[in-house]
């Protein structure tokens, strides 16, 4: 019957948003994603989001420009409804000048700050915004004050810049632009020796999930996100 190739990955889709978080992520297969991946945007609303340690609220903050998220008002970071423990996400962004923003994953939402635990792919404007003068491990594609990227630069302020994070348990890869541009294991010699120098030596629930969502982080400036899609790497 023709109805059963339809059927098949539309059934998919909802086993791998089962598989990853319990309810499915907004967009489904109904949003454009790479194959194999589910949107996690849909490129219309907020539906699938909620603003940190506020599940069930209005969203305040953000809006959808263009088929972006855009943070355009003061509101706190913007957390998937969906957990995720291994995966690969990917997604486009672009920061006004000046700008200052991240991806966190493997959010753990709690009565502290959103980065007292989760891990920051940073998002910024390399040229103008002062935190690059902070140290490599600010730039745009860092893992935040650990790991500097090495390889590409982040296109100037008000273009698209394409990032990929691929997490399996310990392990570890930031993209920017089609180049990896930091690999680390979390809880190595590497690791704990620059943990120890840092200010998230002081956090000790800091990394500690394997499993979390994902958030897109207001910093107070504008800063907009689309095509944002991933799939679970689980066994």
């Given at each position: 019957?023709?109805?059963?190739?339809?059927?098949?990955?539309i059934?998919?889709?909802?086993v791998?948003?089962?598989?990853?978080s319990?309810?499915?992520?907004?967009g489904?297969?109904?949003?454009?994603?790479?194959?194999?991946?589910?949107?996690?945007?849909?490129?219309?609303s907020?539906?699938g989001?909620?603003?940190?340690?506020?599940?069930g609220?209005?969203?305040?903050?953000?809006?959808?420009?263009?088929?972006?998220?855009?943070?355009?008002?003061?509101?706190?970071?913007?957390?998937?409804d969906?957990?995720?423990?291994?995966?690969?996400?990917?997604?486009?962004?672009?920061?006004a000048?000046?700008?200052?923003?991240?991806?966190?994953?493997r959010?753990?939402?709690?009565?502290?700050?959103?980065?007292?635990?989760?891990?920051?792919?940073?998002?910024?404007?390399?040229r103008?915004?002062?935190?690059?003068?902070?140290?490599?491990?600010?730039?745009a594609?860092?893992?935040?004050?650990?790991?500097?990227?090495?390889?590409?630069?982040?296109?100037?302020?008000?273009?698209?810049?394409?990032?990929?994070?691929?997490?399996?348990?310990?392990?570890?890869?930031?993209?920017?632009?089609?180049?990896?541009?930091?690999?680390?294991?979390?809880?190595?010699?590497?690791?704990n020796?620059?943990?120890?120098?840092?200010?998230?030596?002081?956090?000790?629930?800091?990394?500690?999930a394997?499993?979390?969502?994902i958030a897109?982080?207001?910093?107070?400036?504008?800063?907009?996100?689309?095509?944002?899609?991933?799939?679970?790497?689980?066994?």
């Open positions: 019957m023709p109805t059963i190739p339809v059927l098949r990955p059934c998919a889709a909802l791998m948003c089962v598989l990853a319990g309810a499915a992520p907004a489904g297969r109904d949003a454009a994603a790479p194959e194999g991946f589910i949107a996690l945007f849909d490129g219309r907020t539906q989001w909620h603003l940190y340690g506020r599940r609220q209005p969203v305040a903050g953000w809006s959808v420009r263009d088929g972006a998220l855009l943070r355009s008002g003061a509101g706190g970071d913007l957390v998937s969906a957990r995720f423990g291994d995966f690969e996400l990917r997604l486009e962004w672009k920061i000048p000046g700008g200052n923003s991240g991806v966190f994953y959010v753990r939402e709690d009565d502290a700050p959103i980065y007292h635990s989760a891990l920051e792919y940073q998002v910024l404007d390399d103008r915004h002062p935190d690059a003068r902070n140290g490599a491990d600010r730039l594609g860092a893992l935040y004050g650990l790991y500097p990227p090495a390889g590409a630069a982040a296109r100037p302020a008000g273009q698209w810049n394409a990032a990929r994070i691929v997490a399996r348990g310990d392990r570890v890869e930031h993209w920017l632009n089609g180049v990896r541009v930091a690999a680390f294991e979390i809880g190595s010699q590497d690791w020796a620059r943990l120890a120098r840092s200010k998230f030596k002081d956090w000790p629930g800091f990394a500690g394997r499993r979390g969502a897109l982080q207001d910093h107070g400036d504008e800063v907009a996100y689309r095509n944002i899609a991933i799939r679970a790497l689980d066994r």
